[in-house]
């Protein structure tokens, strides 16, 4: 991936030379568009109205309506439109209009190839500079997005944005911090999103282990990989199981940072199956190469990891990947099995495909005696029944704590990856009771999301605890600017929000609700 080089340029808009620069339009009370002041001369096409997305791309020469005649270096001016602000908006909904906008200027930099691109940052009272360069800058790099690490190089195909020069207003260190931001969170969906693109035989559990052990490197950054033989001495045998048809050895990669000083320790776990068959229960073949697809949960919460190392929180953030892939070799596990999980649970397995609560069970379980956190969120792409009940709108979640419930809601609102909360309770617990074991690892098609919530829910007792269901997000989710066919990255930049506001909204809420 190529993060984008960005500088804030000294100079004025209509001095800076590039290939593309871009301005932004509102629509005012009356309904009218409204154009940045050093372009109000610029005559716009009639059909331009400055709704949200809308575009309008200028080639010299510029006509002005005025007398100015101002002179503009670049070779193209863009105008986007922003819509109306200022109407009741919420800050998520501004964040993602403006990353929206990101991602138009991105679409217009592929189509006509733009190596050099300058932005103009709006001069409107409604908008605020600094979020407004954080959110555009996201989109722009989240939309910017290709995977062509296995198509034949071609030097007429489009590289990419070179340079991008920002011109602001204030000319401040905020706007330059929440570019630093932008870009960081941005980085992190792509990477997870690369990670998804990967084939089966590309990616695999000791890939997982080799991108934890990169991240060894950051500061306050320790990686732990714990083989087969390691699971076997654990009694992980949710791990194991799915593991059995496999040639590929699993991994666990738990990287823990740890900063010098804290008071809380958050917990992520991430479901890395890096190619699902379904096992002896076998999927379709139609659609199951998608299945290479089935380790985002993974591949958010350690591209989240490397993120947030960079950015330095006074909080200790511990990912947990259990990575296998699940195959129908001879020794695979068979409907009927009883396996024997971590904390001892035993679990009959009903169907084959439903392996990825088998391999999270492990994790938490381990995790949270290992580490005892102040609170877990897990990811996977869990269930087919969250598609249902959500679509590809949503991710799905489920959670024991309604104060974490609230603050992992705002974070993903504030990414623009939306949650909607599904119930928990005794109810659905007991369609996952197995005459012969303690559990069994399905509960039937009613609910099928909840169930397989509450299957995890017996490996967290009292701790905080959130699962975020994504397999109707992780690829296919809501058309968007800046979101490409195939892998979204999602997860990843809601963990970050998260952590980034864990102080000001989990910690101390989190904290009010136990003295309660």
Known sequence: MNVLDIVVSKKKAEDVRSDLLVVFAVLDKKGKPVNDKIFQGLTLSPEFTAKEEQKLLLYPPFTQKDSTKKSISSKRILVVGLGEIGGGESAGELNDRFRTAGGVIAQICKSSKIKQLAVKLPAFKEIDENSFSEYLVEGL????????????????????????????VSKGQGVRRSIKRGLNSAGAGCVSRDMANE?????????????????????????????????????????????????????????????????????????GLTFDSGGISIKPSQGMMDMKYDMCGGGAVIAAMEAIALEKPKVRVICLVPSTDNMNGGGAVKPGDIIGHFNGVTSEIENTDAEGRLILADALAYGIATYEPSCVIDLATLTGAVIIALGHHHSGLMCNNDTLAKTLAKAGLRAGEPLWRLPLGPAYAKQIKSKVADIKNTGGRPAGSITAAEYLHKFVGDTPWAHLDIAGTAWDFTEKTYVPKGPSGIGTRTLIEFVRNWRAEGSSMLRSQKKS
């Not at 080799?210 to 320790?222: Q, R």
Request: glycine share 12%.
């Open 141 to 168: 790099q989240l939309g910017l997005y290709q995977f062509l690490k296995y198509k034949k190089k071609d030097d007429d195909a489009y590289q990419g944005v070179r340079r991008v020069s920002v011109v602001s």
């Open 199 to 271: 084939p089966g035989n590309g990616w695999t559990p000791s890939d997982f282990a080799k991108f934890g052990k990169k991240l060894s490197g950051l500061d306050n950054v320790e990686t732990t990989i714990f083989e087969k033989g390691d699971m076997k001495k654990l009694g992980m045998g949710g791990i194991l199981a799915v593991n059995q048809g496999s040639h590929e050895a699993p991994k666990l990669v738990v990287v823990d940072y740890c900063p010098e000083k804290y008071q809380d320790t958050i917990m992520l776990v991430g479901k």
